[in-house]
C-alpha cells in the first residue's frame, strides 16, 4: 500500500517481501515480532528456534536498512500464554 508522499507500508511475510528488496534501501522499519510461543500464530519447538528465527529476520532488515536510519522493535517478555 502506497501512501501520500512516497511512503509504502508493506504487509506479509516478512522473509518472502524482504527477499526481494533491495539492500540499503530502507529508510525506516517498524515491527513487533511474534512473542516465543505466547499467541497460537507463534508456535516454536524450542527457544533455540524461535531465536534463529528472529537472528534470520533481523539480519536481513539490518542488511536492507539505509545508513544512519532506525528500526523500532515493538517486544515484550511474554514467553507463555497468558
Request: hydrophobic share 40%.
Amino acid at each position: 500500500m502506497i501512501l501520500a508522499d512516497g511512503i509504502e507500508i508493506i504487509l506479509g511475510d516478512c522473509l518472502e517481501v524482504m527477499k526481494d528488496m533491495p539492500d540499503k534501501s530502507v529508510d525506516f522499519c517498524i515491527t513487533s515480532p511474534p512473542y516465543y510461543n505466547a499467541k497460537s500464530y507463534s508456535q516454536y519447538p524450542s527457544v533455540e528456534d524461535y531465536l534463529q528465527s528472529m537472528q534470520a529476520i533481523f539480519s536481513v532488515i539490518y542488511k536492507l536498512m539505509k545508513p544512519s536510519r532506525m528500526c523500532v522493535i515493538n517486544i515484550s517478555s511474554v514467553i507463555v500464554p497468558r
